[in-house]
């Protein structure tokens, strides 16, 4: 049963749009049409099982990666979505080669936002009904607006981000954000199609007890990491800790941001970058964590602080519950 006093993610946005850094109104319109996008998308997650949707759609991006069909409308649904409501001056998406500049050739063209997005996060579980997610990041540009964009408006710290978010498509619809002044969740109602306010100021707990990693990559973890796990997995104090790893970076960060956990990524002997995408999932939910008092870092530094030099560039990822990160990074720390 809804709270009378929930407030709708509408309402919210247009109470907290005077608190923006160089507010114009431009940031709210661009995340209602991210929660406009959103909601087409749950709606093609939700029906995945009835229609042909599922599976993969024959191809594959620009990482290698098979592109499953639902990825592949998902990153049309966004991408349709900020074009058509003229809202942003470009996007990058992990299921495009190269980012895409809009109305460039319009001078009147004013907007100063650029989007990257994960359309569709945890690919392997679409088939399988279990939760995935879309993530995005955004950035104000760099060059000057009325200009088409370039590659240095996206190869942008994580530390310039304006707002990040994820939505989760889970057991329930969750729209989950932050413009730099905490975080807040929003549950949908998928009877109206509405958004509620349903976990606000979201923080890590400081501590937690679980940990996510894909324990099957071991064999090919560095020794820092493998001596975390063991210590994860250590009868002592208030361990061992819960290993819970979904295989959805979005699915698996809510539950650890809720419960108290840490997720990792590493690299190893066979991935010497990681997996994760350091523009499109590392990034936003690093900002979404610093903002919730949790951690994110790429090594022995934090994730924010790197410089990215492609589109599609990958880095280890550990993020989570503050004194959780802070441990392993001592760990990490002894074999450097
Ligand atoms: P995507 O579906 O966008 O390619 O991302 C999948 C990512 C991430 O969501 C998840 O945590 C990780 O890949 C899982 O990788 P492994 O199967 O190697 O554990
Ligand atoms: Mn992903
Ligand atoms: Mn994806």
Known sequence: MLRKKNKTLGEFIIENQSSFQYSSGELSKLINAIR?????????????????????????????????????????????????????????????????????????????????????????????????????????????????????????????????????????????????????GFTLNPAIGTFYLSHPNMQFPEKGKIYSVNEGNYVHFHRGVKDYIKYCQQEEDDRPYTSRYIGSLVSDFHRNMIKGGIYMYPKSSVTQSGKLRLLYECNPMAFIAEQANGLAIGGKSRIMDIQPTELHQRVPFFCGSRKMVEKLQEFLEKYH
Do not use: W
């Not at 992990?94 to 994960?118: A, C, G, M, T």
């Not at 569709?120 to 950035?139: A, C, K, M, Q, R």
């Not at 370039?150 to 942008?156: A, C, K, N, V, W």
């Open 36 to 184: 406009l996008a959103a909601k087409v998308v749950n709606h093609e997650v939700n029906k995945a099982g009835l229609v042909d949707v599922l599976g993969a759609a024959g191809d594959t991006n620009i990482q290698g990666e098979d592109q499953q069909k639902l990825d592949v409308l998902a990153n049309e649904k966004f991408i349709q979505t900020l074009k058509n409501r003229e809202i942003v001056c470009g996007i990058a998406s992990e299921e495009e080669d190269d980012f895409i500049s809009i109305n460039s050739n319009d001078e009147q063209h004013q907007n100063k936002y650029v989007v990257l997005i994960d359309p569709l996060d945890g690919s392997s579980n679409i088939d399988v009904n279990v939760s995935v997610g879309t993530i995005f990041s955004i950035y104000r540009r760099v060059t000057p607006v009325g200009t088409p964009v370039t590659l240095e408006d996206f190869l942008q710290p994580g530390n310039q981000q304006v707002a990040a978010g994820y939505v989760v498509y889970g057991t329930s619809t969750m729209l989950v954000y932050t413009t730099g002044d905490g975080v807040n």
